[in-house]
C-alpha cells in the first residue's frame, strides 16, 4: 500500500558543513497509517532527489493536524539510508486522532 501525501514545507537547515534540509509533509488519509507503511514513504520521499544532503528528515502529520507543531511520523536519513524512523503518539493529543492512534497499533 502506497500513501498518498503533499509536502507542504521544505527548510534548508545546513550548518556549518552539514547540509541539511527538513521535509513536512501531509499526509492524506481517512484512518492512522501503520509504521511500516509511513517508513516506505519517508524513504520514497528521500530517494526523490534527497539523497545529497547530509542529514534529511521527514515530519509526517495527518490531517489537519497542525505542520508547524509536533509530527506524528519522523523519519531521520544520512547519504546512505534511513537512520531512524519513529511514531509519535503524543503528537496526536488534542486532535481528532487521538484516540484512534491506540486503535491501530
Do not use: H, Q
Not at 51 to 67: C, D, G, I, S
Request: hydrophobic share 35%; charged share 35%.
Amino acid at each position: 500500500m502506497s500513501l498518498n501525501y503533499r509536502i507542504v514545507g521544505k527548510e534548508d537547515t545546513s550548518y556549518l558543513n552539514t547540509p541539511r534540509m527538513v521535509y513536512r509533509v501531509a499526509l492524506e488519509v481517512e484512518k492512522v497509517p501503520d509504521k511500516k507503511t509511513m517508513k516506505e514513504a519517508a524513504i520514497e520521499i528521500w530517494g526523490d532527489g534527497n539523497r545529497k544532503w547530509k542529514e534529511f528528515t521527514v515530519f509526517m502529520y495527518l490531517p489537519e493536524m497542525n505542520t508547524k507543531g509536533a509530527a506524528y511520523g519522523i523519519g531521520n536519513f544520512t547519504r546512505i539510508g534511513l537512520k531512524e524512523f519513529k511514531v509519535m503518539d503524543a503528537s496526536l493529543c488534542g486532535t481528532k486522532w487521538e484516540d484512534k492512534g491506540k486503535e491501530e497499533k
